[in-house]
């Protein structure tokens, strides 16, 4: 198979095979393949109406869940499940019941619970009623008791300052960042690259006058929206609800849902996203051979 680069000439047929498949899952959306190439080492092989994205990051003959023609899909596992070390990522439910029912003896199936996307409720969080948002209402509160906020939409003229949030927060997060499976600065590089070619909307905060957190989102699905990055180079209790808030009001109104992506494993995003109430999981499971695995063996996140 001919392994590709993931370049924005793809986007039309990437994401027609996937909606044609009703994959909602973010991890294989054209944009998350875009921005998430380099970090994650993934490469490509498409056809008119199938892909599979190679995950390097994971090991050699590790991939995401196969997209599109469904005979296609089978072959593809039935020549690479014979070769050592392969794993299936970003398995949502319905391919993990089909996959339970194609290859019984030969995958194993585990829930991944750190590749899990949290859903939040777009409409519900602005309203934030109700004892669910009380610590979001209080901690935003605050915030604009201590300091005076502002927000911008990004465009032309503040995107540079957009960039330089993000600069200084890589700065002050490269020690705490040190052994991370998969660090995310190339991906929010990568998200101001793209910024008008992806269509992307996103949001500038202002804390006393200065820039100091930045978020951007886009579609995912005809329903969704989605978190690409959102980043303050300043820690301020309330500042990323604050954030996230803003970047919610300039989403379309046609989008009722924000997926706010998987939380890695990592304890610290983990408690955030719980914090921000979703109102569902895009639940994911992961696959290998049964014969390959050990019982001391690792998921890449743990």
């Given at each position: 198979?001919?392994?590709?680069k993931?370049?924005?000439?793809?986007r039309?047929r990437?994401?027609e095979?996937?909606?044609?498949?009703?994959?909602?899952?973010?991890?294989?959306?054209?944009?998350?393949?875009l921005?998430?190439?380099?970090?994650?080492?993934?490469?490509?092989y498409l056809?008119?109406?199938?892909f599979?994205?190679?995950?390097?990051?994971?090991?050699?003959?590790?991939?995401f869940c196969?997209?599109?023609?469904i005979?296609?899909?089978?072959?593809?596992?039935e020549?690479?499940?014979?070769?050592k070390?392969?794993?299936?990522?970003y398995?949502?439910?319905?391919?993990?019941?089909?996959?339970?029912?194609q290859?019984?003896?030969k995958?194993?199936?585990?829930?991944?619970?750190?590749?899990?996307?949290?859903?939040?409720?777009r409409?519900s969080h602005?309203l934030?009623q109700?004892?669910?948002?009380?610590?979001?209402?209080?901690?935003i509160?605050?915030?604009?008791?201590?300091?005076?906020?502002?927000?911008?939409?990004?465009?032309n003229?503040?995107?540079s300052?957009?960039w330089?949030v993000?600069?200084?927060?890589?700065?002050?997060?490269s020690?705490?960042?040190?052994?991370?499976?998969?660090?995310?600065y190339?991906?929010?590089?990568?998200?101001?690259?793209?910024?008008?070619?992806?269509?992307?909307?996103g949001?500038?905060i202002?804390v006393?006058?200065?820039p100091?957190?930045?978020?951007?989102?886009?579609?995912?699905?005809?329903?969704?929206?989605?978190?690409?990055?959102?980043?303050m180079?300043?820690?301020?209790e309330?500042?990323?609800?604050?954030?996230?808030?803003?970047l919610?009001?300039?989403?379309p109104?046609?989008?009722?849902?924000?997926?706010?992506?998987?939380?890695?494993?990592?304890?610290?995003?983990?408690?955030?996203?719980r914090?921000?109430?979703?109102?569902?999981?895009?639940e994911?499971?992961?696959?290998?051979?049964?014969?390959?695995?050990?019982?001391?063996?690792?998921?890449?996140?743990?």
């Amino acid at each position: 198979m001919d392994w590709l680069k993931i370049e924005l000439q793809q986007r039309d047929r990437i994401e027609e095979i996937r909606k044609n498949a009703d994959c909602v899952l973010l991890s294989h959306s054209f944009y998350t393949l875009l921005l998430w190439q380099e970090t994650m080492r993934l490469s490509l092989y498409l056809e008119e109406d199938f892909f599979v994205v190679k995950y390097g990051l994971a090991g050699e003959n590790s991939y995401f869940c196969p997209c599109g023609n469904i005979e296609k899909t089978r072959k593809f596992i039935e020549e690479y499940e014979r070769k050592k070390d392969f794993q299936l990522f970003y398995i949502d439910e319905k391919r993990k019941n089909w996959l339970e029912e194609q290859f019984p003896e030969k995958l194993q199936l585990e829930y991944d619970r750190g590749g899990c996307e949290y859903i939040y409720d777009r409409q519900s969080h602005l309203l934030k009623q109700g004892k669910k948002y009380e610590r979001i209402r209080r901690e935003i509160h605050r915030l604009e008791l201590k300091y005076r906020l502002s927000a911008e939409r990004l465009t032309n003229e503040n995107l540079s300052a957009g960039w330089n949030v993000i600069e200084k927060w890589q700065k002050q997060n490269s020690e705490e960042k040190v052994g991370m499976i998969a660090d995310d600065y190339l991906v929010a590089k990568n998200v101001m690259d793209y910024f008008y070619a992806l269509e992307l909307k996103g949001v500038l905060i202002y804390v006393d006058g200065k820039p100091m957190a930045t978020a951007i989102g886009g579609e995912i699905t005809q329903d969704t929206y989605a978190i690409w990055v959102a980043k303050m180079c300043e820690r301020k209790e309330g500042l990323m609800f604050y954030l996230l808030e803003q970047l919610f009001l300039v989403i379309p109104s046609e989008y009722p849902y924000v997926n706010g992506d998987d939380d890695m494993n990592i304890e610290g995003i983990r408690i955030h996203k719980r914090k921000m109430k979703p109102c569902r999981m895009n639940e994911v499971w992961r696959a290998y051979t049964v014969r390959s695995r050990d019982g001391n063996e690792k998921s890449i996140y743990q």
